[in-house]
């Protein structure tokens, strides 16, 4: 069946400082691959995406890169700020990573 | 534009009880999910609804638990009896796609909370 494992699940950097999170995935013919932000108390809610096609995406601090050889995509963001606090979900089509809670330190 | 609406946000049963959670997804959204969200992981996809028909429910424990999409509108989750391990949230999701595959945005509600004593 489907994997995905996703590391590590805390990370916790120094305000204005980059955190990468990754996701690693078992089914081949994944073509799809989304990162979600999870609030407290909140439904995740879609930061950045990206398609089979593509091997990286930018969106201003937030950027996905993707090795399909490997089976892995990373969600990088750069230039962190307080609000960036929350957890981070590698999203498959039936299961999702278990998260990494991105912790800010002022 | 209104946001996906579910109820009710938290609710607290006896186990073997029963318990049924309600999902007003975006208007328009063809596509409606439940996910199952234990405290510490990741959401875990109980069914996919395309209008009202099932597309995925490879997931969902049908000993116990039952889903349905009348007019490809609103949704509902049940479970009947309830176990302690169905302590959880039920995050309900809906999507523009209309082709029934996972390969777009997906809109979540604030989830209804559970709790099985």
């Excluded at chain 1, 089979?52 to 601090?61: A, F, I, L, P, T």
Aim: proline share 4%; aromatic share 10%; glycine share 8%.
């Amino acid at each position: 069946g489907e994997n995905v494992e996703q590391h590590p699940s805390t990370l916790s950097v120094q305000e204005g400082d980059s955190a990468v999170i990754k996701c690693t995935y078992s089914d081949s013919a994944s073509n799809y691959f989304p990162w979600y932000k999870q609030e407290l108390g909140k439904g995740p809610q879609l930061i950045i995406d990206i398609r089979s096609n593509v091997g990286e995406k930018k969106d201003q601090r937030i950027a996905v890169t993707l090795n399909k050889t490997a089976k892995h995509f990373s969600l990088h963001i750069t230039e962190t700020q307080p609000e960036d606090s929350a957890v981070y979900f590698c999203a498959g089509q039936l299961i999702w990573g278990a998260g990494t809670k991105l912790i800010i330190k002022p | 534009e209104a946001g996906v609406a579910q109820s009710p946000r938290y609710k607290i049963i006896e186990k073997r009880q029963s318990v049924a959670f309600w999902c007003n997804p975006i208007s328009g959204h063809a596509t409606l999910y439940w996910y199952q969200q234990i405290l510490g992981q990741g959401p875990k996809l109980l069914i996919q609804f395309q209008n009202n028909g099932v597309v995925d429910d490879s997931q969902l424990p049908k000993d116990r638990f039952s889903a349905e999409r009348l007019k490809g509108v609103d949704s509902t989750l049940k479970i009947q009896p309830a176990k302690l391990e169905d302590s959880a949230v039920y995050l309900c999701a809906s999507s523009y796609s209309s082709g029934g595959s996972y390969t777009g945005e997906l809109f979540f509600g604030e989830g209804s909370r559970l709790t099985v004593l």
